[in-house]
């Protein structure tokens, strides 16, 4: 607080309304005035804006802040980001008379921060390629904090731990992804994502839920440009292959595959293995076999509303 040169408090002027002290004034960011509420007199002007310089919208806010105070704060590092990058200069002023950067950045940031910054990145990088929101990169964020923090992995390679926390993330938010859509997005082979995916089930002790024919259907047939009722019926089909037990052993996206070909087939919107296959990321063979285990209870199989374009013992056997 300000003082006199006696030491007394000094008194800071009080901004109010004459005709209404009371009144609370409201504050207008856009002309800089200060307006009394109950008749409306504009008691100051030129109020500064201490809020940020741009606009800042809801899905941008844990990317990038525009705002001229740093960065915005990540929760998850322990230094909670909030550091001073320095840029390096161009003039001649920014070197001495060596070529050395007269400013330089120290280290301030740990190497675990770092670690974990990178691999936050990585995440990111990945959810945007296969289009994940961003409940499931935060829930991302954290597995592998939890998992960083831990040190249970030790040797593995951040990159690999990364993946697999998304793979996991995916299946407990209820839109799982294959391996072979997380490996297409990373840059670790398929089986090191599997080994990783097992070790953090068990250091964290947590589960996820067992995958079925449902989680896919409606992802493989839109990525196909099939129409709602070949869904529908493909939907149908895989369930009622795994109540009558006709595909014991079989992966779900396998049967899922199996069950598109075959309404696809039945239907006007025919689409071959080779097709099916590469959007459900299962080979032609993998496909036939499961086809086959389905084909000799066909006719029961379907919805009973289906329309047919090709009948049931019209359909290939494969």
């Known amino acids: 607080m300000a003082s006199t040169s006696r030491g007394e408090p000094l008194a800071l002027p009080r901004v109010q309304c004459p005709n209404h002290p009371d009144a609370i004034l409201v504050e207008d960011y856009r002309a800089g005035d200060m307006i009394c509420p109950e008749c409306g007199l504009v008691v100051g002007d030129r109020v500064i804006d201490v809020g940020s310089e741009w606009r800042t919208f809801s899905n941008e806010k844990a990317l990038k802040d525009p705002s001229r105070v740093g960065d915005a704060q990540n929760p998850l590092l322990n230094g909670g980001d909030l550091t001073t990058m320095i840029s ?3 003039g001649a002023a920014s070197f001495d008379e060596f070529g050395n950067s007269k400013y330089q950045n120290r280290r301030t940031m740990s190497s675990s921060d770092r670690a974990m910054l ?4 990585e995440i ?12 499931i990169i935060d829930r991302t964020n954290n597995l592998f904090k939890q998992v960083y923090e831990q040190k249970s992995l030790k040797g593995r390679a951040n990159d690999a731990i990364a993946s697999a926390c998304l793979y996991i993330a995916c299946r407990q938010e209820g839109v799982p992804r294959t391996f072979k859509e997380i490996c297409a997005v990373s840059r670790i082979s398929k089986k090191e994502i599997g080994r990783c995916f097992k070790l953090i089930l068990k250091a964290l002790e ?4 067992l995958i079925t024919t449902g989680d896919f259907m409606s992802r493989f047939c839109s990525n196909l440009g099939l129409p709602k009722q070949v869904q529908m019926a493909a939907t149908f089909i895989a369930r009622k292959a795994v109540e009558l037990d006709l595909v014991p052993g079989r992966s779900p996206i396998s049967v899922a595959a199996a069950a598109i070909y075959m309404a696809s087939q039945a239907s006007a919107e025919k689409k071959t293995q080779k097709e099916i296959g590469d959007i459900a990321g299962v080979a032609d063979v ?27 013992d019209k359909l290939p056997q494969l």
Request: hydrophobic fraction near 35%; charge should be positive; charged fraction near 25%.
């Open 88 to 90: 390096k200069g161009t």
């Open 206 to 209: 947590t589960s996820v839920d």
């Open 286 to 312: 993998t496909i036939r076999q499961s086809y086959r285990l389905i084909y000799p209870k066909a006719a029961e199989l379907f919805p009973p509303d289906f329309k047919f374009d090709t009948p049931v």
């Open 118 to 121: 990178n691999a936050f990145k």
């Open 124 to 135: 990111s990088t990945m959810a945007d390629r296969i289009n994940l929101p961003r409940n």
